[in-house]
C-alpha cells in the first residue's frame, strides 16, 4: 500500500485528497452584498455540525463573497444542488465581480425568505435559511494562518417542495441531489437504502 506525505509519488499526478474525501454534499451557499445584491456559489467542503439545534458549515478557499457576505450580513441561505440543476449550479461557480448576481447569470429565481433577507433558489427541492453563528481564518498545523475561512451557521428556517416529501420524510431519491467528488467528477444520489443500528430490531 503507498502513503506519503507532503511530497506526492510521481505515480499521483493529482492530488487524491478530494476524492478520497467522497461524496461531499454541495453546499449552494446564497448571500447578499453590502448594496444588497444577491450572490451564489457552490461550496464542496461543506457539511452538517449537529441537530436540535440544526446547524452547519461551509469552507472557503480563500476570502470568497459568500463568506465576506456572510460575515457582513450574519446570514445565509443553503439550497440543494440537485441533478436537474446542475448547469445552473456550475455557472453559479464562475468567478464573477462583486455586485454581478449568479442567480441572474444563471437563470434562476429568487426564492423569498422569511427569517432572513437573502434568498434561496425557488427551483431547489428544500433550502434552509440560516443566521451566522461564528466564522474564522483556519491554521495549519504550526499555527500559521491559512487562505481557508471557515461560516458556521444555524438554520432558522426550512423550505420544501411539497412533490418531495413522502410518508412524513423528504424523499432525497427524487430530489436527486449531486454531491462532488475528486477532480471534475460529481456524483447524483439515485437510490436509498437502510440500515438497522444494532440495538434497533
Not at 453559479?92 to 465581480?97: F, I, K, L, Y
Not at 420544501?160 to 447524483?188: E, H, K
Amino acid at each position: 500500500m503507498m502513503n506519503y506525505g507532503d511530497e506526492r509519488p510521481e505515480l499521483l499526478k493529482y492530488d487524491p485528497f478530494k476524492a478520497i474525501i467522497a461524496p461531499r454534499p454541495i453546499g449552494w451557499i446564497g448571500t447578499l452584498n453590502a448594496d444588497g445584491v444577491p450572490n451564489l456559489g457552490p461550496y464542496s467542503f461543506f457539511n452538517g455540525i449537529g441537530s436540535r439545534p440544526n446547524q452547519l458549515f461551509f469552507s472557503s478557499e480563500g476570502e470568497k463573497h459568500s463568506y465576506l457576505n456572510a460575515k457582513a450580513r450574519g446570514e445565509f441561505t443553503v439550497s440543494l444542488a440537485t441533478e436537474a440543476l446542475k448547469d445552473e449550479m456550475n455557472i453559479s461557480s464562475a468567478h464573477v465581480e462583486d455586485g454581478v448576481s449568479e442567480f441572474e447569470l444563471a437563470g434562476l429565481e429568487l426564492g423569498k425568505p422569511v427569517e432572513i433577507a437573502t434568498p434561496f433558489v425557488a427551483a431547489s427541492p428544500a433550502a434552509f435559511e440560516c443566521v451566522v453563528i461564528d466564522t474564522m481564518q483556519m491554521k495549519d498545523r504550526f499555527g500559521n494562518l491559512t487562505d481557508r475561512y471557515l461560516t458556521f451557521g444555524e438554520v432558522v428556517r426550512t423550505h420544501i417542495a411539497d412533490d418531495y416529501i413522502s410518508n412524513g420524510r423528504f424523499d432525497s431519491a427524487r430530489a436527486r441531489p449531486i454531491a462532488r467528488l475528486g477532480y471534475r467528477d460529481y456524483a447524483t444520489v439515485e437510490s436509498v437504502w437502510q440500515l438497522k443500528r444494532p440495538q434497533e430490531k
